[in-house]
């Protein structure tokens, strides 16, 4: 499930990382260019919380698209609150340099990068623009992090405010060496009902179920049933050539297959009926044989995202194993992790499960109040191996430090897993780079800290979960809101993660 953003044109986003908010504040006034002062205009409407006063501004300033404009940097605003200017940065573009502007957010502690691109000629419109989601800028150094004995406190009081504010709703966990150390939830599971969220609350996971998949595939690996370097048509016999011969298990592990049909509208409403992994492969078929043109197929050059590729992995599971995918990973993952809380689809209903509210084609009326709808699910996917999993706070911390610890996979196969085996783009200038493994992303810092783990987004859901191998921490949050982005990187920064 991918993250939303991207809108319109020329509009960069990027989902990185943000930090910590008691560093050192440079309260200096915005650069006085006509960009800049634009930018200033923009938060000032945004800061407010009024989509009329955003509105008047997305008016005022582009051509087009007035209604998608508004609602994207309302919703910006209610992912990460009010924000404040912080300095200017110069990043490396393709064409040189380009001016970054820097706010922080006065609750939520988010750093958020602004920059718009304005016509040569009057009125000057905004014809393109990017929002950086983002570590700290350059320009301020790391703070010590807490003590052990501090995070409780000062953890809670981040989300105490932010939840109170309406910027996040769900359940955080940290641990460090195996230990946890905070544990806690926020807001609402089911608004309706009165249901507040807690420990035991099942959060919807998102594209954090990948990694149940890969460890699954891994496993058969390791029991000699595959190799990753099989390919796709050894275990899935029906599926058309070139693909079936080009593309192998360690492509679909990696999102370099360049199987990829989630830009498709037909073909992910036909998903919609799918209750088993066996539709979802029809669904493939189906679509493959319609869309046609197999013969100028090509693997892609380095990575390239892909919900489709993992759900292959589902097919190959249950053709490997002789068993349901679900029941591969209740049998051979949950039950060994010691996961009571988990499961791997959604085709029954679950009163544990919490609710989703989501920004998402939300109304004025829902953006002036400040109020994320209830996510309605007629019109989703309820089994997909890439990524309807279900679980806790708890149950995902048992999941990662069973990975961790070589309780699920044996210590080459784990390290192999893990591993930054392909990279994933990074904009220049981070700080760190972005790979993946086999369905586990892996980020690694300047300094040399690592995090490997998942996140996952979808309406109504932000969820991550990364273990940091050099300091022992591990860190999973569960939202019931999109927009979680900010959150992980904040306590990455608080606790010394990475």
Do not use: C
């Amino acid at each position: 499930m991918k993250r939303f953003l991207s809108l319109g044109v020329g509009f960069a986003a990027f989902l990185t990382l943000p930090l910590h908010a008691q560093q050192a504040e440079r309260a200096t006034t915005t650069p006085q260019t006509r960009a800049s002062s634009r930018v200033a205009s923009l938060v000032e409407a945004m800061n407010g919380g009024d989509p009329v006063e955003i509105a008047r501004f997305v008016a005022a300033n582009y051509e087009s698209d007035h209604d998608q404009w508004t609602r994207y940097w309302a919703s910006l605003h209610y992912e990460v609150g009010p924000l404040a200017f912080h300095s200017a940065e110069a990043e490396p573009s393709r064409g040189g340099e380009r001016q970054i502007l820097w706010y922080h957010g006065q609750t939520t502690r988010a750093w958020v990068g602004l920059r718009l691109t304005l016509e040569p000629d009057e009125p000057f419109r905004i014809m393109a623009g990017g929002v950086r989601r983002s570590p700290r800028p350059r320009s301020v150094a790391a703070r010590s992090p807490l003590t052990l004995a501090q995070i409780p406190d000062t953890l809670n009081a981040v989300l105490r405010a932010s939840t109170d504010q309406g910027y996040f709703s769900g359940a955080v966990l940290v641990a460090k060496d195996g230990e946890v150390v905070f544990e806690s939830a926020y807001g609402h599971a089911d608004k309706s009902r009165g249901v507040r969220n807690t420990t035991e609350t099942r959060f919807s996971l998102a594209s954090m179920t990948k990694m149940f998949t890969g460890v699954a595939i891994a496993q058969l690996a390791e029991r000699g049933l595959l190799s990753f370097d099989d390919p796709i048509g050894k275990h899935i016999p029906e599926y058309p050539a070139p693909m079936s011969e080009l593309v192998t298990i360690h492509h679909l592990l990696t999102h370099s297959s360049g199987i990829e049909f989630d830009d498709d509208p037909t073909y992910m409403a036909s998903l919609v009926a799918t209750r088993s992994v066996r539709d979802l492969l029809k669904a493939q078929l189906a679509h493959v044989d319609r869309r046609g043109g197999l013969e100028s197929f090509a693997l892609p050059d380095g990575f390239d995202y892909t919900n489709e590729g993992v759900d292959l992995l589902g097919v190959i599971i249950e053709n490997v194993s002789g068993r349901s995918w679900g029941q591969v990973l209740r049998d051979e993952v949950f039950y060994p992790a010691g996961m009571t809380n988990t499961g791997s689809d959604l085709l029954e209903d679950d009163p544990l499960l919490a609710r989703r509210y989501t920004l998402r084609g939300a109304t004025a009326e829902d953006l002036a109040g400040g109020d994320r709808p209830e996510f309605q699910s007629g019109n989703e996917w309820l089994i997909r191996p890439a990524g309807t999993g279900f679980s806790t706070t708890r149950d995902m911390f048992r999941f990662l430090e069973a990975v961790r610890s070589h309780r699920l996979l044996g210590s080459d196969m784990a390290d192999l897993v893990t591993s930054p085996l392909i990279e994933e783009p990074t904009p220049p200038g981070l700080g760190f780079q972005r790979s993946y493994g086999y369905t586990f992303r892996v980020r690694e810092s300047a300094e040399g800290g690592r995090a490997v783990g998942h996140n996952g987004g979808a309406p109504g859901i932000g969820t991550s979960g990364y273990f940091y191998p050099d300091t022992g921490f591990t860190i999973v949050v569960l939202s019931n809101f999109e927009g979680e982005w900010w959150l992980t990187p904040l306590i990455e920064e608080l606790v010394g993660a990475m």
